[in-house]
């Protein structure tokens, strides 16, 4: 019983750690200002025509997404997938008012801020999944159309980020050289982290997992 409380608080802990950096590497391409992920193309481009801010359009869209994918899966999401929706938003404005987060002068500065940010990004989400507590509503989408049409995840995440991003350039969101960047290099840097992520979380998890059972039989 305590070995379980123990490792469900150690998974939780990890989630939001990997949604506190995954939020600050959106932020960072945001700030780099080359232009965005195609959902960040969107958010963005809300924002220009509609106010709020930009991560509560990331909340916004993110309630229509995870009800989509849930009328198409026909099953409620794990409360992750909720905790993300909100969290992420809250993150992204809480750190786009940190006032040393500047947007660099020049263009290798913006360019660089742009790659730290897209790693960063990576990172962060390979540290969110890795702690198995729920997929974000995007996620939670793509797998339920896959489930759904038989297409193959390439596929279906290829077609979801071109429409996004088509209507997000519509609303004027922040469409350039960094866009093209991202795109590219998303999938791949996002193949490197979440595998390195869940080794290294699964590795913790067991570490924990033999510590405490050594206390707990230490205490009996």
Not at 57 to 70: K, M, R, S
Not at 150 to 173: A, D, N, P, Q, Y
């Amino acid at each position: 019983m305590a070995n379980n409380m123990t490792e469900t608080i150690f998974k939780w802990v990890v989630y939001f750690i990997g949604l506190l950096i995954m939020s600050l590497g959106i932020v960072l391409t945001i700030k780099a200002e080359l232009g965005v992920s195609s959902w960040d193309v969107l958010h963005i481009g809300l924002y220009y025509q509609f106010g709020l801010t930009i991560g509560s359009w990331t909340i916004i869209t993110g309630v229509f997404v995870l009800l989509i994918a849930t009328i198409l899966m026909k099953r409620v999401p794990q409360l992750g997938a909720f905790i993300n929706m909100i969290t992420i938003g809250i993150f992204i404005d809480l750190y786009l008012l940190l006032p040393f987060l500047h947007t660099p002068h020049s263009f290798l500065g913006q360019l660089l801020m742009l790659l730290i940010g897209i790693v960063v990004l990576c990172y962060g989400m390979g540290l969110y999944i890795s702690a198995k507590c729920g997929a974000g509503p995007r996620d939670s989408l793509m797998m339920a159309l896959v489930e759904k049409t038989g297409k193959s995840i390439t596929v279906i995440r290829g077609s979801i980020e071109i429409i996004v991003l088509f209507f997000g350039w519509l609303l004027g969101g922040p469409v350039f050289i960094g866009t093209i960047i991202t795109t590219l290099s998303l999938g791949y840097m996002a193949g490197v982290m979440i595998p390195f992520c869940e080794k290294s979380t699964d590795k913790l998890f067991s570490e924990l997992f033999k510590q405490n059972k050594k206390i707990f039989e230490k205490v009996c």
